[in-house]
C-alpha cells in the first residue's frame, strides 16, 4: 500500500473511520503529509541553518526552568485512570512482528534513515536536535504511542512491542536523536500506564494533541538518573516528603534529556523508605536545569535537574506508593535501552560489513582476512542475540506477565555486548574508525550510555 493511498476524505485526520482506528494508518497518514510538506528539504539537502538549535559548551549553563502550560486540573482526585488492555497472548514463541506493527517499523525507518540520520553529526556537534526532526515525530504521532485510545491516543493494548520497535528503528538513525524524540512520549506512556483519572485528564491531553490552546506537543522528560558514586536506581538519594499541601522533593537528578525546554518531569525520588514517582512541572519554584553534556547521546541536549525545597501538590504522585510502580519503570526503561542498543548496534553492522569489502590492503579487500571476516560475524551474532532476549521481553510485557527476569538478562547482554559491538566497529576501521568523517565513533559513544543509564526514556 502506498502512502498516499493511505489518505482518504472523511473520518478524523482525513481518514475513513476505520482507518481512524487504527493507530497504523495514522501513522502513515502522518508520514504522507509530512512528506507533503517543507520538512524534508530543510532537513535533507540544504545545511540546518534555518534551524534555530543551542549550543553546549563545556562550561554549560544554569537556568531557571522555562515557564510550563497552564496544565488545568481535571479529572477526580484518585479515581482509576483509563488503562490499556494487554496484548492477547498466543502461547506460541513467535516474536515475529505481526503486519501492524511492521507497518509501523517501515514508516519509523523511513523517517530516520530520510531525517535522522542526515542529522546527527551536526545534532551532536550541537547538543541540540533540530526541530524539524522533531516537528517530523511529532507529526507521525510518536508520543502518543503509548496512550489509549480512548485518552486520544492510538493504543488499543500495552504497546511495549511495539515502542520497542519503534526504537529500535529511530536508533538505527541515530541514538541521541531517538533519546530526544521518544522523551516526550515517554511521560506521556508513564502517565497512561499508572496516572490516575485526574493526572490523565490533566496532561495527556498536551501529548495527543486535543490541548486547549493548540499549542504544540511539550517537551518531557523522565529523570531516574543520579550523578551520585555507586548510584543505585532502585534507592535514589532524592528524597521526599510529605507536607499538609503535598510533597517537598530535594535531590540532583542527572541526564535529563531536553531538560532546559522540558515542561514536565516524571522525578525518581524515594518517600517514606520507597522509592516512587512524582509529576513535576517546570515552573515548580525551586526547580533549576544546568546542561550536562555527555560524551554520548550528545544530540539529547542532556541536563542536570536540581531540586532545593521544590514543592508539588499531593496528586503529584504517580503510581503506587510502595515502590512497585517505580520498579515497573525501571524495567520498562531498561527495555527501551536494549531496544536504542539493538538499533544502534544494526547500523554499526550495516556500516562496517560493506566497508570491509571495499577497504583494501595488501592487494586485496581486507574482508579475506579471517580476522577481520570472524569480527564481522560475532557483531551480527551477538546483535541477533541482543535483539531474541529483548523481543521476548517487550512481548512479555505487553502482554502483562511478568518480565522481570526476561529485561534483566536481556540488559545484562545488551550493555555488555552492545559496548563491545561499538569498540569493534572502531577497530574494523582502523584510523577511519577514530575521525568524525565516518559515524562509528559516534556509535561507539552512544553505546558506552547503555551500561550506564537509567530512565530518560520508556516503552
Excluded at 511521560?187 to 499508572?194: D, E, N, Q, Y
Aim: proline share 5%; net charge negative; hydrophobic share 45%.
Amino acid at each position: 500500500m502506498s502512502l498516499t493511498s493511505s489518505l482518504r476524505p472523511g473520518g478524523r485526520h482525513g481518514l475513513s473511520s476505520k482507518e481512524s482506528r487504527d493507530p497504523i494508518g495514522l501513522a502513515v497518514a502522518a508520514l504522507n503529509r509530512l512528506a507533503q510538506s517543507d520538512v524534508l528539504d530543510r532537513i535533507g539537502l540544504r545545511k540546518q541553518t534555518e534551524q534555530a538549535v543551542f549550543t553546549v559548551t563545556r562550561g554549560g549553563f544554569a537556568t531557571a526552568t522555562r515557564a510550563s502550560r497552564a496544565f488545568s486540573k481535571r479529572g477526580r482526585s484518585g479515581a482509576p485512570g483509563e488503562r490499556v488492555a494487554p496484548a492477547p497472548k498466543s502461547g506460541v514463541f513467535d516474536l515475529t512482528p505481526t503486519e501492524d506493527e511492521q507497518m509501523l517499523v517501515d514508516v519509523v525507518t523511513e523517517l530516520a534513515d530520510e531525517l535522522v540520520r542526515p542529522a546527527a553529526a551536526e545534532a551532536d556537534e550541537a547538543c541540540a536536535a533540530p526541530e524539524a526532526v522533531l516537528k517530523a515525530a511529532l507529526e507521525v504521532g510518536l508520543p502518543s504511542l503509548g496512550v489509549p485510545e480512548a485518552l486520544g491516543g492510538i493504543s488499543e493494548e500495552r504497546s511495549a512491542m511495539a515502542g520497542t520497535l519503534v526504537a529500535e528503528a529511530l536508533a538505527r538513525g541515530d541514538m541521541g536523536l531517538a533519546i530526544a524524540i521518544l522523551a516526550p512520549g515517554s511521560v506521556a506512556t508513564a502517565i497512561a500506564l499508572w496516572g490516575s483519572e485526574q493526572q490523565q485528564q490533566t496532561y495527556l491531553p498536551a501529548f495527543t494533541g486535543d490541548g486547549p490552546g493548540g499549542e504544540g506537543v511539550p517537551a518531557a522528560a523522565l529523570a531516574l538518573n543520579e550523578p551520585t558514586v555507586l548510584f543505585d536506581v532502585l534507592r535514589p538519594s532524592t528524597t521526599a516528603r510529605r507536607t499538609d499541601d503535598g510533597f517537598v522533593i530535594d535531590g540532583v537528578k542527572g541526564l535529563v534529556p531536553r531538560g532546559a525546554e522540558a515542561e514536565l518531569f516524571v522525578v525518581g525520588a524515594e518517600l517514606e523508605g520507597n522509592p516512587v514517582l512524582l509529576l513535576v512541572e517546570s515552573s515548580t519554584p525551586g526547580l533549576t536545569v544546568e546542561a550536562d553534556p555527555a560524551m554520548g547521546v550528545r544530540a539529547a541536549s542532556m541536563t542536570t535537574l536540581r531540586l532545593e525545597g521544590a514543592t508539588v501538590p499531593a496528586d503529584a504522585l504517580l503510581g503506587a506508593a510502595d515502590g512497585t510502580t517505580y520498579a515497573e519503570c525501571v524495567r520498562l526503561s531498561r527495555l527501551a535501552w536494549c531496544a536504542l542498543a539493538v538499533g544502534t548496534g544494526q547500523a554499526v553492522l550495516d556500516y562496517v560489513t560493506p566497508y570491509v569489502k571495499e577497504r583494501e590492503a595488501f592487494g586485496e579487500p581486507i574482508a579475506h582476512r579471517q580476522s577481520v571476516a570472524f569480527m564481522v560475524a560475532n557483531i551480527a551474532i551477538e546483535l541477533q542475540a541482543m535483539r531474541l532476549l529483548t523481543y521476548k521481553a517487550a512481548s512479555r510485557a505487553a502482554q502483562g506477565k511478568e518480565f522481570a527476569r526476561e529485561v534483566a538478562l536481556a540488559r545484562k547482554l545488551c550493555a555488555d555486548k552492545g559496548m563491545q559491538i561499538g569498540l569493534d566497529g572502531v577497530q574494523l576501521l582502523g584510523g577511519h574508525g577514530f575521525v568524525k568523517e565516518h559515524p562509528v565513533e559516534r556509535w561507539y559513544r552512544d553505546l558506552r550510555a547503555i551500561g550506564v543509564m537509567e530512565g530518560t526514556v520508556l516503552v
